[in-house]
């Protein structure tokens, strides 16, 4: 069973700070990439970082050097930490495998300038 629950998400100032929590079933963490997916209206959902079972990260050019990604083995969890904040990082977020499974709710991001 494929179970993601994520929280943090919030409004927040351009320029602030979010941390973005995800709470997965232990069957579809262990030994899989994590990673957490945006998805703004109009468009599709979007990788945007990525951390192997290993620790190694990736993150698609916008956000990097902006949003960290980490994950607890011990916990099941997938954090997301996304500093100066941009209008155009407001989106839902989702955390899931890669590839992906089935979505949980995601997390609402909205930035206001």
């Known amino acids: 069973q494929v179970h993601l629950v994520e929280s943090g998400g919030g409004l927040v100032q351009a320029g602030g700070s979010l941390r973005l929590s995800c709470a997965a079933s232990r069957n579809i963490f262990s030994g899989n990439t994590m990673a957490w997916y945006r998805q703004t209206p109009g468009n599709q959902r979007e990788l945007v970082a990525l951390?192997?079972?290993?620790?190694?990260?990736n993150y698609i050019n916008s956000v990097r050097g902006r949003f960290t990604i980490s994950r607890d083995n011990a916990k099941n969890t997938v954090l997301l930490q996304i500093n100066s904040l941009k209008p155009e990082d407001s989106g839902v977020y989702y955390c899931?495998?890669?590839?992906?499974?089935?979505w949980g709710q995601g997390t609402q991001v909205t930035v206001s300038t």
């Open positions: 951390v192997s079972s290993g620790g190694n990260t």
């Open positions: 899931n495998t890669v590839p992906s499974q089935n």
